[in-house]
């Protein structure tokens, strides 16, 4: 209702709109409105996306990640194993922190240390720091890890922890980082101002080791609302947007004022499907009584579901473009694909036979969950597969939620057919692996969103041999080798990979991530 | 007088701790926030550990405990996701809702009283008709419909305003941050305060319509004017000081509604103030924030009542605050 208000209003209006901001005047500041709230400038205290992405620009890390999420170097120059257990890190000399200070090892290993330390967080980055056996300081510019056993993800893992200045931030609180005292970092931009639910300030580090960013001055505004966001780059309050809601893309695409650049993400959108042995809570027959089994557990079920669903359409219609449907779990450059592992055809003819085969020649009755306000178009993706689902036999209903309720119930196993979203923050395979399909195992911490409770011993196995196989080679394969296993078996149901959407003024681009940051500094003016 | 106060402080606190008793219980049981708190690649042992570090692997009873002693010593807990007191970035974002909701109430005041005058002198005329015409688009259109339009026009189309936000802020009595005192900050507050005062616009125009056209009936208004008083005279003491008593009821129970709904427009506008805190709150489940802005805005309401009695008494002297009854 109120995006397709604000369509009206925008047919109406977005002619007449004129750029306040021209090109010649952009050189000094750059203000981008993001579409989620930053909850703290302390880069250890929660791992929430907002706040990495202002970390990105004020501090380093040891790896970093380019926008195709790929690893390159960031204060390491490189890194090696120097025997089974033990990852080396050569750092960047001459590095300097916004304060002159020299940044070394010592701050490198103060950073690691912090993270699990942070007061009240409500999500630690410890998952990246735990498997650390012990950290060595072999020379200011060299930096050992030792780890329990092999483990081939370190430097994957390194490319999330922020690397503070031990000398700022010994004894430093999260309300310090905030205030500016302690947010010392090495990065691009120096901190400057955080106003809490409103604007984060940086300005331009003139002793960045790097390529220097051409803005003096960047302002992130926190405009939360979509049609509000759309609008305030229409009136120049804003020279670049993220997430620009599909409804205005038509729009903004045909306005000569204005570029929009996308890129396929690094999240998977999915169904999981109930596979605990019981009566499925929102699954019922036809006559409306329970079912003694669930259906779901039976692979021509879950098989014929996969068919109903028509992905292109999903993807042109409900996405206007902006997805590529999914047979699998990361998308082609991301390490652990499989090539050649393409989404399910769309079959409904064959979708009613297997569902006949499987004794549900009339279907069932289902309810289908889904959360509203998380992923692109969430709400509209569920409606669209109940369509789908119904014209195979299956009479789905549709509820939907916000994510925190939502989560709560999907957690405990509440739903029978529902839908989340992963994003692959490591850039390779094994997260979603080891996350979404191996079996939920506590003491191995392994399977901890594996919601639905598939379970496959062997695909359990190449995991665990994978999350030790440091060779990249042979990691890849059994990767590769579960994902196919596991895909198979259909443990969970890919729809697509959605793309995340930016939109600049004229006279500004974006170099597109995978990883959906929306970093300032790979914002540029165009010459001219 | 006295008597007055204390009685109504007492059933006060009563009201605090039954709103915060239903509230802490009705947000646990939408359920536990880890799951959405926490980033999703954390294994089970992480998320055992930050269940245990926000408290919320006591129970229900123990958690509420924790939260009323430390209430009593006047912190409201802290945000889970802010890490800060969640009364302390409730009062951060205060002045800027105050702001706005003092700037559309003066808006209604000073707009919404002079017409519903008119438009209660002139029933009949085209100004009065025209008026009432447009007291009914104030009721009946959405406010956020009516904020993006109002962003469309002025700030996309003709350029005039800011399309959101709140501009740069200078401290009041060194101690408030404000905006209104800046001309930059003026322009990025008339758009909200116009979309938030329209309801409320329409509302005293209306009121005071209605108040006007009896009062106008009345025998001591017929007296004044047999007297031969000056029409100015009639209209401006006798008649607008006999229907202030409604008006002023409604203007302190909406001041409450304004800044207790002030959420839309502040996330049209986004507009950095209470109601989008406790939206965002919301969205994380983050209870502490969520409990304490309503306790804030239950002990507004409280305070703007006691305002409104003693208003009364101060307009009209036959209400007399009894010492007896409260």
Do not use: C
Request: charged fraction near 20%; proline fraction near 5%; avoid cysteine.
């Amino acid at each position: 209702m109120r995006i397709s208000l604000f369509r009206r209003g925008l047919g109406a209006l977005a002619v007449g709109a004129a750029l306040a901001v021209l090109p010649s005047a952009f050189a000094a500041d750059l203000r981008i409105a993001i579409a989620a709230d930053v909850t703290s400038i302390d880069p250890h205290f929660y791992n929430l996306f907002p706040n990495n992405n202002i970390a990105e620009h004020i501090f380093d890390k040891l790896v970093q990640m380019d926008p195709d999420s790929k690893m390159i170097p960031g204060i390491a120059t490189s890194w090696k194993t120097i025997d089974a257990t033990t990852w080396e890190f050569k750092l960047r000399k001459g590095v300097k922190f916004h304060d002159g200070s020299e940044l070394t090892a010592e701050d490198v290993v103060f950073s690691i240390d912090r993270v699990p330390l942070v007061a009240n967080s409500p999500g630690r980055f410890t998952a990246y720091t735990k498997a650390i056996v012990s950290k060595q300081i072999v020379d200011p510019y060299t930096l050992r890890l030792k780890y329990a056993a092999p483990y081939p993800l370190a430097p994957n893992d390194l490319s999330t922890i922020y690397i503070v200045s031990k000398k700022a931030a010994a004894n430093a609180t999260t309300d310090d980082f905030n205030s500016g005292k302690a947010t010392i970092g090495s990065g691009r931009f120096k901190f400057v101002k955080y106003v809490n639910g409103d604007r984060v300030e940086l300005a331009r580090n003139d002793n960045y080791w790097g390529d220097k960013p051409v803005w003096d001055k960047v302002t992130f505004r926190i405009i939360k609302s979509e049609a509000s966001r759309v609008a305030a780059l229409l009136s120049g309050d804003v020279d670049a947007m993220e997430g620009v809601p599909t409804a205005d893309l038509t729009r903004l695409k045909a306005d000569p004022k204005f570029n929009i650049t996308s890129k396929i993400s690094h999240r998977v959108i999915y169904f999981n499907f109930d596979f605990l042995d019981r009566s499925s809570p929102f699954i019922t027959a036809k006559d409306g009584k329970p079912l003694a089994k669930n259906p779901l557990q039976d692979i021509r079920v879950r098989r014929a579901i996969s068919k109903a669903i028509n992905r292109p359409a999903i993807a042109e219609r409900v996405m206007e473009g902006q997805a590529i449907p999914s047979g699998q779990l990361v998308s082609a450059t991301l390490f652990g694909n499989v090539p050649g592992l393409k989404a399910e055809v769309f079959d409904p003819e064959g979708a009613k036979k297997l569902l006949a085969e499987a004794g549900y020649p009339d279907g069932f009755n289902l309810t289908i969950h889904g959360p509203s306000g998380r992923y692109v178009n969430d709400e509209k993706i569920v409606q669209a597969v109940a369509q789908m689902l119904a014209r195979v036999g299956i009479a789905a209903k549709v509820e939907t939620a916000p994510m925190g309720p939502y989560s709560a119930r999907a957690s405990k196993q509440e739903f029978s057919f529902f839908m989340v979203g992963w994003g692959a923050s490591t850039g390779e395979a094994s997260s979603p692996l080891r996350s979404l399909l191996a079996t939920y195992n506590t003491d191995k911490g392994l399977g901890a969103v594996n919601w639905g409770r598939y379970s496959n011993p062997k695909v359990d196995y190449l995991i665990e041999q994978a999350m030790q196989q440091v060779d990249d080679e042979n990691r890849k394969i059994m990767l590769q080798r579960s994902t196919e296993l596991a895909m198979a078996d259909l443990g969970l149901l890919p729809i697509h990979f959605q793309f995340s959407m930016w939109a600049t003024a004229k006279g500004i681009t974006y170099v597109p991530r995978t990883d959906e940051y929306t970093l300032a500094f790979q914002f540029k003016p165009v010459k001219g | 007088m006295l008597v007055f106060i204390i009685r109504r402080s007492m059933q006060s606190v009563v009201v605090l701790l039954v709103m915060s008793l239903l509230v802490f219980v009705g947000v646990y049981a939408i359920g536990n926030p880890i799951d959405i708190l926490i980033n999703p690649q954390a294994d089970q042992a992480e998320r055992a550990q930050a269940i245990a570090s926000l408290g919320l692997d006591k129970p229900l009873y123990a958690q509420y405990f924790t939260f009323l002693s430390g209430a009593l010593h006047g912190d409201l807990g802290k945000s889970f996701v802010h890490a800060t007191s969640a009364l302390g970035l409730i009062l951060e974002r205060m002045p800027a809702t105050m702001e706005l909701a003092i700037s559309a109430t003066l808006i209604a005041v000073v707009l919404g009283i002079p017409l519903g005058l008119l438009a209660g002198l002139r029933p009949n005329g085209v100004a009065g008709r025209s008026i009432m015409a447009g007291s009914i688009l104030g009721f009946s259109l959405p406010t956020f419909w009516v904020g993006l339009m109002l962003i469309m026009v002025f700030a996309v189309e003709l350029h005039w305003l800011p399309s959101n936000g709140r501009g740069p802020t200078t401290l009041l009595f060194g101690l408030i941050p404000v905006s209104f005192m800046s001309w930059d900050g003026l322009k990025h507050l008339v758009l909200p305060a116009t979309n938030l005062a329209l309801f409320n616009l329409a509302l005293l125009i209306r009121l005071t319509r209605a108040g006007t056209h009896e009062a106008l009936l009345q025998d001591y208004v017929k007296f004044a004017r047999a007297k031969g008083l000056a029409n100015s005279r009639v209209i401006g003491v006798h008649v607008l000081r006999n229907i202030l008593i409604p008006i002023v009821t409604v203007i302190g129970l909406q001041f409450g509604a304004l800044i207790g709904f002030a959420i839309v427009t502040e996330s049209v506008f986004a507009w950095p103030g209470m109601g989008k805190l406790l939206i965002d709150s919301i969205n994380f489940l983050d209870r502490p924030v969520i409990v304490a802005y309503l306790l804030v805005i239950v002990f507004l309401f409280i305070l703007i009542n006691l305002v409104v009695d003693i208003l009364y008494s101060a307009l009209d002297p036959r209400v007399r605050i009894s010492e007896s009854k409260g």
